[in-house]
């Protein structure tokens, strides 16, 4: 190879380095620029007449035992306008939503890359939850009641 095609070369990788230092930077910015999203209580979007249901957090530990009433919709993932956000790597933006649709609760993966699981299984669409039923998201396991 000439000089010149190796110098290039070297200046593309050099870029590629600091875009990468770069990316790191801001990922870190955004991770620890406030304090950590725990979850709050949830506010229905719109009066509804019907069963309220709410889903109780069992895993991880330092979440147990957390209630959070469904409303008319409950959303999950790691984005702050999420209802319920999750510090989790395996945790999309805008993961799952669990809604009340005529008398019931349905759980809905949004497109998530690590999916959503009712009682164990992955779901492709949306699923009518019963008492009981776990709903699992990234290491996040609720009970839904």
């Not at 649709?101 to 497109?111: A, I, K, M, N, Y």
């Amino acid at each position: 190879m000439s000089d010149a095609v190796l110098t290039l070369l070297k200046f593309g990788l050099l870029a590629a380095l600091y875009g990468f230092f770069a990316w790191v930077l801001w990922a870190a910015y955004r991770q620890f620029r406030g304090e950590p999203n725990r979850p709050a209580a949830a506010t229905p979007i719109r009066a509804s007449t019907g069963p309220r249901g709410n889903v109780t957090i069992l895993e991880p530990p330092e979440l147990h035992g957390s209630t959070m009433e469904i409303g008319d919709e409950l959303s999950i993932g790691r984005a702050a306008a999420c209802t319920l956000t999750l510090d989790d790597t395996f945790v999309s933006q805008q993961h799952a939503r669990l809604v009340r649709r005529d008398r019931q609760h349905l759980v809905e993966d949004l497109g998530s890359t690590n999916g959503t699981f009712v009682n164990r299984e992955r779901i492709t669409a949306p699923v009518v939850l019963r008492p009981g039923d776990r709903v699992q998201i990234g290491s996040t396991v609720m009970e839904f009641a």
